[in-house]
Structures are given as structure tokens and as C-alpha cells.
């Protein structure tokens, strides 16, 4: 158990909280979880002086962690003339994505004059929370150079100085998901026609038109020529999809509005057999297993089907998008 005990001897360290947010105090116990001995200071502050010492890996809490130390200051914040110091969470990449770690950790300095430690916290948060954005909590101005060099303080002698720290996982939890709906400003409307030829040839097995765009992403028309599910043999089935490559981001779904059509080649009309709007994702289909009845298809003086080709026209809107949070 951590003590606490006089601060007098070391009163012109300023151990109040001060505008680094640092809050320093005196403890008689070492750090529970890891330390770090370093022998050769000055070697150090020549290697390490831009990116700062990572440790070794340690274990608290069940998560692994490591402490990075910036002995001239952390360069990247522009930290000049202190000692910059900080817990780092290890392995994040494995972790998932989704997950917080609300952690309690204090840092420390050994006074080797007086067989103590110097003992850094947060003055503003007890907890900090770890997450993929934020995988680094600690202290920029842990304390000046000038203070840390002085032997009297005894936390640098013979070139030699001792940090540590103990980390204690408060709670875990998974981040809310959540979901946004976005309605496109201006509804895009693609009209893409497809001329089928070489009806008579194309068999029991489904074709695919050329891919078209409509709001931002990539679609394409599916043909069942002789049907499927409940159209088999009876109708021709048409439905709407997806095209490679995905531009749907993972999770994510589009609101859309489509219409089928076939053109009547004789008169130039439209028979609109299908029609809806649905929330599409990738990996669905929207249409219908029933678009037209093969005998109304193949009767001549309906003109769908004229010279074995025939003309199918898919109208796609776009209007939303729901995004995963």
C-alpha cells in the first residue's frame, strides 16, 4: 500500500499541482507493476532525443503496456528543458476496435538520496480512458531538466535514474454503436437502359448488364431468363444490385427508389411491371421474381421481344444513406 510522507525535504520542487496539471507527492513504496533502471543517462538523451525510449512490455490489469520516456522533451509537442514521460497501451491493433479501458495509473521517480519515490498523477482525472484514438496518457513537463540533473535531488546519480509505474484497469466497456441517416441534398437519379440481345440463347442461367452509377455507387441489373423461386418457367425475374468494386461502406445502407421497365418495340411504350423502395445493403437484391410473364414476353405483337432482343430500363434514385457510428 502507497504511503504518503512529508514533503519538506524537497519543498522547492514546487509539489503543487502547476500549469503542466502534474500533481506530485511522496511515496515509500515502489511502483506495484514495472520499473525501469537506466544506467547510462547521458547516452540516452543522445539516441532517444527525438522519439523518446519505449520499454519493455508489462502486464496490469490484464492488458500490456509500456512506458515511453522523452529525456530531452517530447520534440513532436515541443517540450524543451523537462523530462516527458508516459503510459502507453500495447498490442492496441489486436485490440478491438470497439472496447474503452479506463485506467487509474501513477508514475514514478526514485529519490535515491532518500530511498523514496516521487509519485506522478493527473491533477485534472483519476481515470484516464484508452481507446484506438488515444492509446498514450502521461505527462509532457513531468518535471525540469534542471531539477531531475540537480544531485542533490538524488533522482540522477551516477548517470543512473529509476522510473516506474503501476497501472490499475477501472472498468472496460464497449463503446455506444450507434447509426446516422443522411439524406442526399440532391436525389440522384440514374435512368440506364440495357438492351438484352440474343435472348433465345442466353439459357436457364442469369446475365448481368454493363455496370451504371447512380449516387456515388456502382449498379447493375440481373436477369433471370426463365425465372427463379417463384418465377421459375413462368416469368422472367429482374432485380437490382450491387457492382463491383463495393463503394458501400462496410455496414452501411442506401434508401432506394427503382423502377422497371420493358419497352414495347413496336409502339415505343413502357410496360412498368416493378417498382418499390427499400433500404439495400450489399449482398441484397431488390426486384422481382415475377417481372413479366413469359407468355405476355414472348406473344409478338406485344413487342417486347422483337429480332431476340429486348430493351429493360432500370430507374434508380437514391435518396439516403445510413452509416455506422
Same mark, same amino acid.
Given at each position: 500500500?502507497?504511503?504518503?510522507?512529508?514533503?519538506?525535504?524537497?519543498?522547492?520542487?514546487?509539489? $503543487?499541482?502547476?500549469?503542466?496539471?502534474?500533481?506530485?507527492?511522496?511515496?515509500?513504496?515502489?511502483?506495484?507493476?514495472?520499473?525501469?533502471?537506466?544506467?547510462?543517462?547521458?547516452?540516452?538523451? $543522445?539516441?532517444?532525443?527525438?522519439?523518446?525510449?519505449?520499454?519493455?512490455?508489462?502486464?496490469?490489469?490484464?492488458?500490456?503496456?509500456?512506458?515511453?520516456?522523452?529525456?530531452?522533451?517530447?520534440?513532436?509537442?515541443?517540450?524543451? /528543458?523537462?523530462?516527458?514521460?508516459?503510459?502507453?497501451?500495447?498490442?492496441?491493433?489486436?485490440? /478491438?476496435?470497439?472496447?474503452?479501458?479506463?485506467?487509474?495509473?501513477?508514475?514514478?521517480?526514485?529519490?535515491?538520496?532518500?530511498?523514496?519515490?516521487?509519485?506522478?498523477? /493527473?491533477?485534472?482525472?483519476?481515470?484516464?480512458?484508452?481507446?484506438?484514438?488515444?492509446?498514450?496518457?502521461?505527462?509532457?513537463?513531468?518535471?525540469?531538466?534542471?531539477?531531475?540533473?540537480?544531485?542533490?535531488?538524488?533522482?540522477?546519480? /551516477?548517470?543512473?535514474?529509476?522510473?516506474?509505474? $503501476?497501472?490499475?484497469? !477501472?472498468?472496460?466497456?464497449?463503446?455506444?454503436?450507434?447509426?446516422?441517416?443522411?439524406?442526399?441534398?440532391?436525389?440522384?437519379?440514374?435512368?440506364?437502359?440495357?438492351?438484352?440481345?440474343?435472348?433465345?440463347?442466353?439459357?436457364?442461367?442469369? !446475365?448481368?448488364?454493363?455496370?451504371?452509377?447512380?449516387?456515388?455507387?456502382?449498379?447493375?441489373?440481373?436477369?433471370?431468363?426463365?425465372? !427463379? @423461386?417463384?418465377?421459375?418457367?413462368?416469368?422472367?425475374?429482374?432485380?437490382?444490385?450491387?457492382?463491383?468494386?463495393?463503394?458501400?461502406?462496410?455496414?452501411?445502407?442506401?434508401?432506394?427508389?427503382?423502377?422497371?421497365?420493358?419497352?414495347?418495340?413496336?409502339?415505343?411504350?413502357?410496360?412498368?411491371?416493378?417498382? @418499390?423502395?427499400?433500404?439495400?445493403?450489399?449482398?441484397?437484391?431488390?426486384?422481382?421474381?415475377?417481372?413479366?410473364?413469359?407468355?405476355?414476353?414472348?406473344?409478338?405483337?406485344?413487342?417486347f421481344l422483337k429480332?431476340?432482343?429486348?430493351?429493360?430500363?432500370a430507374e434508380v434514385?437514391?435518396?439516403?444513406?445510413?452509416?455506422?457510428?
Amino acid at each position: 500500500m502507497q504511503s504518503i510522507v512529508s514533503l519538506d525535504p524537497m519543498a522547492d520542487l514546487n509539489l $503543487e499541482k502547476d500549469v503542466s496539471g502534474v500533481l506530485r507527492s511522496f511515496s515509500d513504496s515502489p511502483p506495484t507493476h514495472y520499473t525501469v533502471e537506466i544506467q547510462f543517462f547521458p547516452l540516452l538523451t $543522445e539516441k532517444y532525443s527525438e522519439n523518446g525510449y519505449e520499454s519493455k512490455e508489462f502486464e496490469a490489469g490484464g492488458y500490456k503496456w509500456k512506458l515511453v520516456f522523452h529525456p530531452n522533451g517530447n520534440k513532436k509537442k515541443n517540450v524543451k /528543458d523537462h523530462i516527458s514521460l508516459y503510459l502507453v497501451i500495447a498490442g492496441a491493433d489486436s485490440l /478491438d476496435s470497439s472496447w474503452e479501458v479506463y485506467a487509474d495509473f501513477r508514475l514514478f521517480l526514485l529519490d535515491q538520496n532518500e530511498g523514496n519515490y516521487l509519485v506522478f498523477e /493527473d491533477a485534472l482525472t483519476k481515470k484516464k480512458c484508452f481507446h484506438g484514438a488515444m492509446r498514450s496518457a502521461g505527462f509532457d513537463k513531468l518535471i525540469p531538466l534542471e531539477d531531475f540533473t540537480d544531485v542533490s535531488n538524488g533522482f540522477l546519480v /551516477d548517470d543512473t535514474c529509476v522510473f516506474g509505474a $503501476e497501472v490499475f484497469v !477501472c472498468k472496460e466497456r464497449r463503446r455506444r454503436k450507434g447509426e446516422c441517416l443522411a439524406r442526399m441534398k440532391i436525389a440522384s437519379v440514374c435512368i440506364h437502359v440495357w438492351k438484352v440481345e440474343k435472348f433465345s440463347s442466353l439459357g436457364a442461367k442469369f !446475365c448481368y448488364s454493363e455496370p451504371f452509377t447512380a449516387g456515388d455507387h456502382n449498379w447493375k441489373i440481373k436477369l433471370y431468363p426463365d425465372g !427463379c @423461386g417463384e418465377g421459375k418457367g413462368s416469368h422472367l425475374s429482374l432485380f437490382l444490385e450491387l457492382a463491383s468494386p463495393i463503394t458501400l461502406p462496410p455496414g452501411s445502407e442506401l434508401f432506394v427508389e427503382y423502377r422497371f421497365r420493358i419497352l414495347d418495340q413496336i409502339r415505343h411504350q413502357h410496360h412498368e411491371p416493378s417498382s @418499390g423502395k427499400a433500404w439495400f445493403r450489399d449482398g441484397t437484391s431488390l426486384g422481382s421474381r415475377r417481372f413479366i410473364g413469359q407468355e405476355s414476353f414472348r406473344l409478338v405483337e406485344n413487342g417486347f421481344l422483337k429480332n431476340d432482343a429486348c430493351m429493360v430500363e432500370a430507374e434508380v434514385t437514391v435518396h439516403g444513406i445510413s452509416k455506422v457510428l
